[in-house]
């Protein structure tokens, strides 16, 4: 069971998000073939398995995630197609409403709080960095 938990703690922290599934958790944590899939002889890790395993879709919403807050800590605007690009979706007709409605989600969440200062020289600078920028002329806001 510990072995399971630090798998977890393993995918979640990875850079790049990665699917938490039995099969990659069981693997991770070096368990026998044997013991893999007959979870009923061990049924407190099966049912730790149900509630830490990711279906498709809430895998696919924390990559989405993942990727606006990317796209935003790079100083980029966070647009539907940006967070479709960095969360390797690129087929627009194969995903679902769900889907769709988080990145737009994503876009309005970061759009409201992504604030620019542009400065006389023509530079978009976060409102919490506006120190490099002396010259402020007019506030909007980014998307």
């Known amino acids: ?11 979640l ?18 368990t026998p073939y044997a013991l893999r899939f007959p979870l009923y002889h ?3 890790t099966e049912v730790y398995l149900q509630t830490v395993g990711e279906t498709v879709i809430t895998f696919q919403i924390r990559r989405i995630q993942w990727a606006a807050t990317e796209i935003a800590k790079s100083n980029r605007d ?10 390797s979706f690129l087929d627009p007709k ?3 409403d769900v889907v769709w409605k988080e990145i737009h989600r994503q876009v309005d969440r970061f759009a409201q709080s992504n604030a620019q200062i542009v400065c006389e020289k023509g530079r978009k ?10 010259h402020i002329t007019e506030r909007r806001r980014g998307i």
Do not use: D, Y
Not at 80 to 85: D, Q
């Open 78 to 87: 966070v647009t539907p197609f940006a967070i479709r690009v960095k969360a």
């Open 94 to 96: 194969r995903m679902s």
């Open 42 to 44: 061990l049924p407190k």
């Open 1 to 11: 069971m510990r072995q399971l938990q630090h798998a977890v703690k393993q995918l």
């Open 13 to 30: 922290q990875a850079e790049k998000p990665i699917r938490i599934t039995k099969t990659r958790l069981m693997k991770m944590a070096q």
């Open 125 to 134: 600078c976060s409102v919490g960095k506006s120190s490099n920028c002396r």
